[in-house]
């Protein structure tokens, strides 16, 4: 039964054959692609995708029997429809305790993230039409521009922050690893250099800010539980995180439990951040790709933090 699951898993997100090369329907980065960063990382991805097969298959099957309204294959052949993965957040029986073994969030690569980030990628890590389709959701539900009193961070952040053009708030704060990068972001009012591998500790006031976002960069983090805990404490009762994610990433620095499942996957392990760290309303998903097949899926899963929280 483990095997014959593991072939549909195969089949269902056109991962390799754990004999043969790399052809599956993920993509590298674009600034991968694009020569900025080195090409080893590429390459050395197809070790580390071997070695983490397995265990998505045993992630994928545990989930599946958690989500209440899945029958138990629905779930990745869900997430080919258009908006099907707004699904795989309804109604989930959540296990008790917090089910990813740590070694879910080991990476092939190791090294202080500090080196990897060292150089400044000014580049664009999704296409256009996927970066269009995240401006937009955010135009409909950011506070409006100018709104006094109004403070946005942005985890994760760089050159981009991908906000609705001319948006402007009083406090706009960006956390990332390259100042170089932060210091071209024309919305940010402020950054912080900070490794939240190393400290995810958030060094702001709680209840301080209305909106969380954190774009295309949820899989590079190893301490999610205790990050998702910070920007619970750091959200106003009532504030929005909003966690968007497309199906690219850097591989040798994303865990490895995400790049040993795909989309619909993705979708129900953020959930699972929001919802073991506390603090949250129950999560949700949108599908906001917005030429399904032709450009890059653009995912969100986003929790208001709860006025009693
Ligand atoms: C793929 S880029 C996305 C950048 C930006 N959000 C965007 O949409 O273009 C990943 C980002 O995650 C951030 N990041 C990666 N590892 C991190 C870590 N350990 N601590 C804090 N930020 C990290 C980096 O600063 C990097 O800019």
């Not at 961070?153 to 922050?161: E, Q, T």
């Amino acid at each position: 039964m483990a095997n014959l699951y593991r072939l549909t898993l195969q089949q269902r997100h056109r991962l390799p054959p754990v004999s043969t090369g790399v052809s599956s329907g993920y993509s590298t980065c674009l600034s991968c692609v694009s020569g900025v960063s080195k090409k080893s990382d590429c390459r050395r991805f197809k070790a580390s995708r071997r070695l983490v097969v397995g265990l998505g298959a045993a992630f994928c099957s545990q989930f599946m029997t958690m989500a209440g309204t899945l029958g138990a294959n629905s779930l990745i052949a869900s997430a080919r429809q258009r908006g099907a993965v707004e699904q795989v957040l309804k109604d989930v029986q959540w296990p008790e305790q917090f089910p990813f073994k740590e070694e879910y969030f080991q990476r092939f690569d190791e090294s202080p993230d500090s080196l990897f980030y060292e150089t400044p990628r000014f580049v664009t890590h999704i296409d256009d039409p996927a970066i269009a389709a995240l401006t937009k959701y955010y135009s409909e539900v950011f506070p409006p521009s100018n709104t006094p009193g109004v403070s946005i961070l942005d985890l994760c952040s760089s050159w981009v922050s991908h906000f609705p053009p001319g948006y402007k708030q009083d406090r706009i704060v960006g956390m990332g690893m390259n100042e170089e990068e932060l210091k071209c972001n024309p919305v940010l009012t402020e950054y912080v250099v900070q490794d939240l591998n190393l400290n995810p500790k958030l060094p702001f006031e709680d209840n301080s800010f209305d909106v969380i976002t954190n774009v295309v960069s949820v899989d590079y983090l190893t301490k999610p539980i205790e990050v998702f805990k910070e920007m619970c404490q750091v959200l106003k009762p009532g504030g929005l995180a909003i966690v968007s994610f497309s199906n690219r990433c850097f591989w040798t620095k994303a865990i490895s439990i995400w790049t040993s499942t795909g989309d619909a996957d993705h979708v129900m392990i953020v959930g699972a951040y929001f919802h073991y760290a506390g603090g949250y309303e129950p999560p949700q998903a949108v599908d906001i790709s917005p030429n399904p097949g032709r450009s890059d899926p653009m995912y969100v899963v986003y929790s208001r933090k709860a006025s009693t929280a």
